[in-house]
């Protein structure tokens, strides 16, 4: 078991930083979805299925489709340098942001390691409760995230109908 988590940890970490140095954009969502089956690989070894389940319908499917359906509508064909930030002011905020980013993990590696003792609540990850809460409590911003992605779609399609004209 832990010989799997290493190698979905290992091609989420290939996949993860392939998303963000390919310089195509389609090529870079299909290594999102890569991504995102090894995140759910690993979902699934920690028992949280719903999550895994939800991770492979959700966002490697729907979410990656509505990506993919975007960067084809834009038809972005070679990308474009931006002569506005220099190469060097790029690199110093990429070690910036790598810096920060494993402040957080080891944050949150320590604090896991911490409470590793620890029981978990009654009833979590059960998907009956997931659900009943989803579809009572958070209604909501269930709503308003579906309409945000409709508003999404239609953007992407007046801006790909005005590049058109």
């Known amino acids: 078991m832990q010989i799997l988590f290493f190698i979905l940890g290992a091609v989420a970490l290939i996949s993860g930083g392939l998303v963000v140095f390919q310089k195509h954009p ?3 969502a299909l290594w999102l979805i890569v991504n995102f089956f090894a995140v759910a690989g690993i979902y699934l070894l920690a028992h949280a299925e719903f999550i895994a389940a939800i991770q492979v319908i959700v966002y ?3 979410i990656m489709v509505l990506f993919l359906f975007v960067i084809m509508l834009m038809n972005i064909r070679q990308p474009e340098a931006d002569p506005k930030i220099p190469f060097i002011g790029r690199k110093l905020a990429g070690i910036i942001l790598a810096g ?6 080891i944050y949150g590696v320590t ?3 911490l409470t590793a003792g620890k029981e978990m609540a009654p009833g979590l990850g059960n998907t009956e409760s997931i659900a009943r809460s989803l579809f009572t409590d958070y209604l909501l911003p269930f709503e308003v995230t579906s309409v945000l992605l409709l508003v999404a779609i ?3 399609v007046v801006l790909a109908k005005s590049k058109l004209k």
């Open 60 to 62: 490697a499917g729907a």
């Open 111 to 113: 604090k896991a390691t």
């Open 100 to 105: 920060f980013t494993g402040l957080i993990l």
């Open 154 to 156: 239609v953007g992407a």
């Open 26 to 28: 389609l090529r870079s």
